[in-house]
């Protein structure tokens, strides 16, 4: 049976957050039914649970016992769990939990963006710590249902704009742009093509941002016909740099938004019969542990993901210890890193 919920009487309207009690008396079920909902417990019905949590953000709620202990735990969230990228983050995270007594919990959304809303009944159960989301971000209700349980939430190189409510780390990917474009112009390359990351994505906007404005002061114009949108694979680096180089005037340089997708341009080029960096120079992003070990090792921005995965692990325990962060988005540096993928162009 489907819970209806009558409006609140303007002589009701509480002064303060409500208590269980009175939360279960608004919503017309017993304190229980609220107990469940307001820990995560899963044998509450949809429409039962969509009412409560409405009631608690619209009121506000008041514990009447002291505040649970929060688990030892600090839940990790990616939105796809593979790759070095994610074990470059995992190692930040644990790095300093480890230093502070706490286990890691890593979960993965599986392209949901934003998180599922099962998801979050599970992390209400475990009470956590503090929960740090990679890239995906959270609708303001389930933001809300971990705010009304004091469980911090810290975004880390966060897809969209993060706002001012979630404290979120990041890195420096304009100046990234703009460092590997002067280096390719330095180098004297000018037909420079561009593999970008899905237009969602900050970073990728950003990196995009940053390398134009270097070839705006160089004033080379950006081709709009070498740049090919991305999705941060190496199977996309691969389609759009045989692409890209199949074209009539083929590009010089390849500037991949990151490494997956650089490691895609080296497999075109070896198709074609292309010899790295004598024939084509090649720049990535991130600077993976894979990134060295190419043939030949690649040039690339690095992108401190272990740092930042740090910085937010001891930001959001801060956080639940009561302590107000010094800045809410933190942006670390990025810098280029010259290896063998990118050689003067030769006339």
Do not use: C
């Not at 649970?49 to 009631?55: F, M, N, T, Y």
């Not at 705010?147 to 704009?161: E, N, S």
């Not at 780390?169 to 899905?198: F, K, Q, Y």
């Not at 894979?290 to 937010?312: D, F, N, S």
């Amino acid at each position: 049976m489907t819970t209806t919920r009558e409006p609140t009487p303007p002589d009701r309207t509480p002064s303060r957050p409500l208590t269980i009690a009175q939360i279960a008396e608004l919503a017309g079920v017993s304190p229980a039914t609220v107990s469940k909902v307001v820990n995560g417990r899963s044998e509450v019905a949809p429409e039962t649970r969509a009412l409560v949590e409405d009631l608690i953000r619209e009121h506000g709620y008041r514990r009447q016992k002291k505040r649970p202990t929060a688990a030892p735990l600090i839940e990790l969230v990616f939105n796809e769990l593979e790759g070095a990228y994610a074990m470059e983050v995992i190692k930040g995270v644990e790095q300093v939990a480890r230093e502070h007594g706490l286990a890691v919990v890593v979960s993965e959304l599986q392209d949901h963006h934003p998180p599922a809303s099962g998801w979050i009944e599970g992390v209400i159960g475990r009470r956590p710590y503090g929960v740090i989301v990679v890239f995906s971000g959270l609708t303001r209700a389930q933001h809300e249902q971990l705010r009304t349980r004091d469980i911090p939430v810290v975004l880390v190189d966060p897809t969209g704009d993060p706002g001012h409510e979630l404290p979120s780390v990041g890195a420096g990917n304009w100046s990234g742009g703009l460092s590997a474009a002067r280096h390719l112009l330095e180098l004297g390359h000018r037909r420079i093509a561009l593999i970008t990351g899905p237009p969602h994505a900050l970073s990728s906007r950003a990196r995009l941002d940053g390398f134009r404005a270097a070839m705006d002061a160089a004033g080379v114009p950006t081709d709009p016909e070498l740049v090919r949108q991305g999705d941060f694979s190496a199977e996309d680096g691969l389609a759009n740099a045989r692409s890209l180089l199949a074209l009539p005037r083929p590009p010089t340089a390849v500037f991949a938004f990151n490494d997956a997708q650089a490691m895609g341009v080296y497999q075109a080029a070896h198709e074609m019969g292309l010899r790295i960096p004598d024939e084509l120079s090649v720049v990535g992003f991130d600077d993976l542990p894979m990134a060295q070990w190419l043939i030949p090792a690649l040039t690339t921005v690095r992108q401190p993901l272990t740092e930042m995965a740090a910085a937010a692990t001891t930001m959001v325990i801060a956080i639940a210890r009561g302590e107000s962060p010094p800045q809410n988005r933190l942006e670390l540096t990025t810098g280029l890193v010259v290896r063998g993928s990118t050689a003067p162009l030769v006339a």
